[in-house]
């Protein structure tokens, strides 16, 4: 399947097929950096890393899989770049696109990357934005493959939490691409936007897969293989809804009755992360401060750590599955 000079703006970006065949290249390419005989495909090429929102794994995956093929990264933030204050995203995108030979871009808004693409010679990469998370995609669903020895046509899984953001947009939209179960449980004010329940509600017809939209997690739970949640405030979003967040999602917190309520003793529990469960952070100690939550805020720190928990297993996958992406676009 040839991939080459392809953007991933989003999921929809791709067909099933091509995502699946995405998926199966990381798998490959998981099996060979574990066993040293991992073949570079993109020794000499150069990739830009811009980041307008912090990051951890997406970040280290793309350089650590860049390095792994033989390529070479430049990390650029909005501080010590022009990037975004002096300079516009379409100049960027036509200097970038003459140095480089792919683009990572974090940021905001949708509308920004749409821009850097079209103005980008080369391909670029959509490492997260308020709208969507694919790359985050690709790895969630190869490890609900990995630990439940299914396709995704065969799982069923349910999201808890903050539904109208990138991870709840963007299991969605992919659940649907693929042909999976997915229930979501959320108040109806955080449910996903019209125009993206109604992209996910056109793939069914294909894939074959369903939705259900509930406020109600004892019809989203039972029989779900695996239990996905997210943190309740997004970056970029203001300190200010934390309490109103806290309101609409403390009784949609994943804890260990939440998870009994699958009915299905090999439901997984998985995080896109980083994840408030316990105290250690700056922000989960304030919240759970002014709050009185000291379990935990969308997980408990029992689940988060249970056998039930694959959520470093997820983590890992950001690298096989970015390694994928720009191997099937950029390699040789
Ligand atoms: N899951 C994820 O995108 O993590 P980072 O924000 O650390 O990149
Ligand atoms: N919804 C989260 C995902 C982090 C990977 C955020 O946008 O902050």
Redesign the pocket.
């Known amino acids: 399947m040839d991939l080459k000079n392809r953007d991933f703006l989003k999921e929809i970006d791709f067909t099933s097929e091509e995502f699946l065949h995405l998926i199966d290249l990381a798998i490959d390419l998981k099996a060979q950096k574990k066993q040293r005989r991992e073949i570079q495909k993109m020794v000499g090429r150069n990739i830009a890393l811009i980041f307008e929102k912090?990051?951890?794994?997406?970040?280290c995956a793309f350089e650590v899989a860049a390095f792994d093929q033989g390529a070479h990264t430049t990390y650029l933030d909005g501080l010590s770049s022009q990037v975004g204050h002096k300079e516009s995203i379409a100049d960027t995108a036509r200097v970038l696109s003459r140095y480089y030979d792919a683009i990572q871009y974090r940021g905001k808004t949708q509308s920004q990357i749409a821009e850097l693409a079209e103005f980008s010679d080369v391909p670029v990469y959509n490492?997260?934005t308020d709208e969507w998370?694919p790359t985050?995609m690709l790895a969630d669903f190869m490890t609900m493959i990995e630990h439940s020895g299914k396709r995704p046509n065969e799982i069923s899984f349910t999201y808890v939490g903050d539904a109208r953001s990138n991870m709840g947009n963007s299991l969605l939209v992919t659940s649907a691409l693929l042909g999976a179960d997915i229930r979501i449980a959320s108040p109806k004010a955080l449910w996903p936007a019209a125009d993206v329940q109604e992209i996910a509600q056109g793939l069914l017809a294909k894939s074959g897969g369903s939705i259900l939209l509930t406020e109600d997690m004892d019809e989203a739970l039972p029989g779900a293989d695996f239990i996905h949640t997210d943190v309740w405030v997004s970056m970029g979003e203001s300190e200010e809804v934390w309490k109103e967040r806290v309101e609409l999602l403390g009784s949609y917190q994943v804890n260990e009755v939440a998870l009994a309520k699958t009915g299905n003793s090999n439901s997984k529990f998985m995080h896109?992360?980083?994840g408030f469960h316990n105290e250690q952070t700056t922000v989960g100690r304030e919240i759970a401060n002014k709050t009185g939550m000291r379990d935990g805020l969308e997980v408990t720190h029992d689940v988060f750590e249970s056998e039930a928990s694959v959520v470093f297993d997820q983590?890992e996958n950001?690298l096989h599955t970015i390694k994928a992406i720009m191997v099937a676009t950029i390699g040789d």
């Open positions: 912090s990051s951890t794994r997406t970040r490492g997260l998370h985050q896109c992360l980083p983590a950001r």
